[in-house]
């Protein structure tokens, strides 16, 4: 169910978020507490709306509303990356594993040669983060470059960024890149439902004393152990993935570079979180110079 999926994330998820984004949520989740009735209607968006794909070719765009059967033979495909980030699609906004579905039919259409994913996202929950990650390698694995196209690119958003071959930072105004970190933020309502009669019982078994205890520790203000077996392997992985996606580009001594500082388009290039400051259809361009790359490397790698 559309609802409970969404709840489920909001009250349970890890995340890889922009501060930002979670201020631009409170009303959302305050209502999903408050057990709003009015956000348990509906169908997922992808149910009734399907994602809206462009393709490229020569400059020219095009909408795309059918099967890569039907694009004609070179395209770019444009998948769009935008909102925060959930694992399963909602009301509001499309799951990563309906963005992956789509962008693994392009990586398997004869008439694809290329993706970008036009991403203007802040990020969003760590499960979101894997679909996303398996296609962009399988669409690599077949030849076919896949470029992060930017406007907002931070957190979750861009530990996907920084698997594509190349991340073109769309403008030099709004366009911002960053935060690699991991946040976990939860409500206490104990004293809420205490006031309204309701005394929650959690009672666990003698065989489960470190069931659930970063969490407890962390109700009681100790958040230690939350930080240590959570959130900071999160972090360490998120770092890594940055450093191998990035390699050589990263100016690795730039101070909160891997700790969660944002940076605007030009510094972003220079610190190596981006490669180039460009228009979607350079970004397309680039896409398929990097195909043709790709497949350069393949042939010549299948004769050695």
């Known amino acids: 169910m559309t609802f409970s999926s969404l709840y489920s994330a909001v009250c349970r998820g890890k995340w890889f978020l922009s501060f930002r984004e979670v201020d ?13 009735a009015s956000l348990a209607n509906g169908n997922a968006l992808s149910e009734d709306t399907p994602l809206p ?29 935008h909102g925060t980030m959930l694992k399963y699609g909602t009301m509001c906004s499309y799951g990563t594993t309906e963005i992956a579905e789509v962008v693994r039919e392009a990586a398997d259409s004869k008439n694809i ?8 996202s802040g990020g969003g929950s760590v499960d ?21 196209y ?3 690119c931070a957190s979750a958003a861009y530990y996907v960024a920084c698997a594509c071959n190349e991340i073109v930072a769309g403008n030099e105004v709004s366009a911002e890149l960053g935060s690699i970190g991991v946040m976990m933020s939860f409500m206490d309502y104990a004293k809420y439902y205490e006031n309204l009669g309701v005394k929650q019982h959690t009672i666990y078994s003698n065989l489960s004393d470190y069931k659930n205890l970063p969490f407890e ?5 100790d958040y230690k ?12 992985d998120f770092q890594e993935a ?14 909160g570079l891997l700790r969660g500082r944002m940076f605007y388009a030009k510094d972003a290039v220079r610190v190596g979180l981006a490669d180039r400051i460009g228009t979607l259809e350079q970004a397309t361009a680039r896409s398929r110079e990097l195909s043709a790359q790709l497949t350069i490397e393949s042939y010549i790698h299948s004769k050695s």
């Open 113 to 120: 040669s290329s993706i970008v994913l036009d991403m203007d």
């Open 225 to 236: 152990a939350i930080r240590d077996e959570e959130l900071d392997p999160l972090a360490r």
């Open 242 to 255: 940055v450093k191998r996606g990035r390699g050589a580009r990263l100016q690795l001594e730039t101070e």
């Open 150 to 152: 930017c406007d907002l």
């Open 128 to 148: 979101a983060i894997a679909p996303m990650l398996d296609v962009v390698r399988h669409a690599q694995g077949k030849q076919k470059a896949v470029v992060a």
């Open 24 to 36: 631009a949520n409170l009303l959302l989740v305050e209502r999903l507490l408050l057990h709003d």
């Open 217 to 221: 520790a962390a109700k009681r203000g």
């Open 53 to 81: 794909v462009m393709l490229e070719l020569e400059g020219k765009l095009m909408k795309h509303g059918g099967t890569f059967d039907d694009a004609p033979k070179g395209s770019t495909t444009i998948i769009p990356v």
